[in-house]
């Protein structure tokens, strides 16, 4: 479905320049979750927007990247702006503070002229679990999981295959983020949806993806399936020490931390 | 009466059912806020006070204010004639009524050219960048640069006096800083998530510029305006004062302090009058300003 | 818990007035704090930073009331401002998340370390350098020197905390106050930072209310944990029992995490009981 060979992205020239992305290839089944997890710098929202077409005008994009047989080039087609869609991390920031639910749902409705925009986005609403009572509001007025959702269903509106979903709910409380955990899950069961999650947090990502990369400073150290991950059985001892740092403090393992450059 | 309460209880429904009510509802939020402040809401008043003013001229005033009566000269302020009369016996009082259309007249034509031409360049230089951007900002620099009482004489000077050349010239003179504005508004909200999320959504350039910057320009913009209108009345009389704006017998409040100058001494009221009136004119449209900026300031969140 | 305790706190209650009403950020809360860490967990709204900055009397334009509110048998409710400054960073300091916001940005990190010294104790410039120095040392930062003369945006956020805490540190403060300290920082900066706080808490027998919405790091760094809902205390336990926690709110919360072992199909939601809001809970 997704196919990523020699990815490399470019920020500024000359002594400037900044490799934030090297050489990154993965490949993505479609109905699959697939996870990339770093810390911060590791250049994984870095590879979600070059998939996306986010950085066109800002770095410069080089390798081969292919969504359902189309290979991208600089600019993504109208078909493409439809089949994949993307979820922020921010809950604040991804909603334009002075458009209403409605105005924010029917957006991408319009621009790919669908047609029964007003049941798309009721329909759109009930999906995330959020009534009709919402769809006046101002994302001021909502709460910041209420946001979330909203921005999930912003991604469905326009029936998408796949969903590029960076950090979502990173900026969520706990029990926030078990619910949105939840949709998630069930949109991809009942939609046949294949995500690529970025994220931090190992445990979220050993609990969503079935297949993971972790990356370091622009390069991908390891490939794993979820299992490898759940039995605690990394191969590179970047990996362990991220797991390690997973499970919460533990003094002995720390003084054991190396530094990774 | 009942009338009224199902308005208010539309404004403050928990629910709004419709873009239009929960449009109706921000803006009622934000008058409520704006009714807090006392000092803006005199800047309200005077700026009412205004419009209503120029719109019920023909009822307040007994004359056109120009008529001459020439036996009636230069008349201390008294029961028949409130404020006066001028050098021409017109009845001064009636002039500043009729003055106050003009007054509003340059003021919301001005506004009309420079609040879209400012937004426009602003929006696209900032939100584009790039060579786009320098040219755009280039151009605004060498309006920026000219002071604007002296460039707007050059104006004038070469279109000719008279009040819609006056009016050209203060907006030629005016814009560039809306440009500024408008384009650091856009530069922040550029790299905003919602900005690349309606980009992943495939909303072309035009549909971003317009449905998503542009909007949250607008209240920089109004705000700056509405400061502004002080500086821009008192141009509009400083071409007035200097024969370049309104012509006689039109009656501009600056062309009247221009006139009566020399009788400052012994006839205070002709030119005094008309200056009180760009004075509380200018003042309010100053309050009134300030007060907008503080229901719009966007570190309250609005 | 050893000896009399270092903060005593009972029914503490921060409420503000806002445009719709008042608004109970604290609703009464009581604890007290030792020569140990105790750890404050609870999502947004619950109170938790309200409750730290309350004892600091940092919480501008709230009312704020307690039946006792004393550190060290110093009443801090009815404390006047001078007295309040002396208490706060000499006696107790707040750590809070980012440090770009606390440190001064046109400073170098040495000379805002070295003013600390220079304000709370009488020595020449070269012994305040010296000892600003040793305390880039002791907070483990490799190249004293270096960061001695960097500027804080020249930092990287681990770092940058680091550097707080030498600050913080500086007066020697009885008890630290740690609002979300490293929920900005990666996680194995994270835990790096937590160990040099942890061995100079140790070394020096100070006490530490450590805030945090991160219920698995509270529970593995602190002594003892408080849970707060609303405003409430609704669980106290040692940390190392939370797994047998009882409060519903709190087996609630620790149900809902994703876990690393397991991949479960749903993760049980957390249901909100109103009841909460109003029932003292917890073991007191």
Known sequence: MIDVRGLDVVFGHGKQAFHAVRDVSFSVERGHSFGLVGESGSGKTTVLRALAGLLDRVARVSG????????????RSREFRRRVQMVFQDPFGSLHPRHTVDTILGEPARVHRLDRISERIVTALEEVGLDASFR???PH???GGQRQRVSIARALITDPEIILLDEPTSALDVSVQAEVLNLLMRLKRDHGLTYILVSHNLAVIAHM???LSVMQNGAVVETMGVQQLRDHTPEMPYTRQLLTASLGYDRAAIDAFEEFT | MSAELTLRGWLLAEIPKSKLQARCQRVFISWLSFRRNPIAMVGLLIVASLVGIAAMAPWITASDGLELHLANRLHAPGSEHWFGTDELGRDIFDRIIWGSRITLYIVGLVSIIVVPIGLLVGVVAGYLGGWVDTVLMRLTDIFLAFPRLILAMALVAALGPGLENAVLAIAVTTWSPFARIARAEALTIRNSEFILAARVQGVSTTGILIRHVTPLCMSSVIVRLTLDMAGIILTAAGLGFLGLGAQPPTPEWGAMISLGRQYLIDQWWVPTVPGIAILVVSLGFNLLGDGLRDVFDPKSGT | MTGSPLLRVEDLHVSYNTPTGLVRAVNGVSFELGREKLGIVGESGSGKSQTGRAILGLTAGAQ?????LEFEGIDLLNASERTMRQIRGKCISMIMQDPKYSLNPVMTVGSQIEEAFLVHSKTSKREARARTLEMLRAVKIREPE????????????????????????????????ADEPTSALDVTVQLQVLAVLDDMIKERGMGLIFISHDLNLIASFCDRILVMYGGRVVEECIASELAQATHPYTRGLLNCLP????GQDELPVLQRDPAWLTTPGGTR
């Open chain 1, 64 to 75: 081969e990247m292919t969504v359902a047989q189309e290979t991208l080039l600089r600019d």
């Open chain 1, 136 to 138: 006046f509001r101002y």
């Open chain 1, 141 to 143: 007025q909502i709460s």
């Open chain 3, 259 to 262: 876990s690393l072992d397991g």
């Open chain 3, 146 to 177: 270096r960061v001695y003369k960097a500027y804080p945006h020249e930092v990287s956020g681990g770092m940058g905390q680091r550097i707080m805490i030498a600050m913080m540190m500086i007066p020697k403060p009885a008890i630290i106050i």
């Open chain 1, 209 to 211: 993806c079935e297949t």
């Open chain 3, 64 to 68: 704020v009331r307690a039946r006792r």
